[in-house]
């Protein structure tokens, strides 16, 4: 089995900052593109940021500036640095991975539990 677990939401000030984590562990070969999306209440969940397994990377236009998302491939884990935070932040992040487990013959795509983010004065 393949699990994902998120780390550091929680409550924030606008204007402050928050590091998110996602540690992937299991019967994992290798993994392509992790990423992180977020769901606000009422919306649709959407893509915040990815990276590569080569450390390409791909932000929403909402967040470009303000977030950064790393990856450590030796631990399979993604981070996401969130500075200048916003009250339109506030939504459940989502980690996701797209990778392939041992004996399996092709990747697949997992999900974190997700965790939240509030941003609010």
């Known amino acids: 089995q393949v699990q994902l677990v998120e780390s550091g939401g929680g409550l924030v000030q606008p204007g402050g900052s928050l590091r998110l984590s996602c540690a992937a562990s299991?019967?994992?070969?290798?993994?392509?593109?992790m990423g992180w999306y977020r769901q606000a209440p009422g919306k649709e969940r959407e893509l915040v940021a990815a990276i590569d397994s080569g450390g390409s990377t791909a932000y929403a236009d909402s967040v470009k500036g303000r977030f950064t998302i790393s990856r450590d491939n030796a631990k399979n884990t993604v981070y996401l640095q969130m500075n200048s935070l916003e009250p339109e932040d506030t939504a459940v992040y989502y980690c996701n991975a797209f990778l392939k487990r041992r004996w399996s013959t092709r990747s697949e795509a997992y999900w974190g539990q997700g965790t939240q983010v509030t941003v609010s004065s």
């Open positions: 299991g019967s994992i070969v290798s993994i392509n593109t």
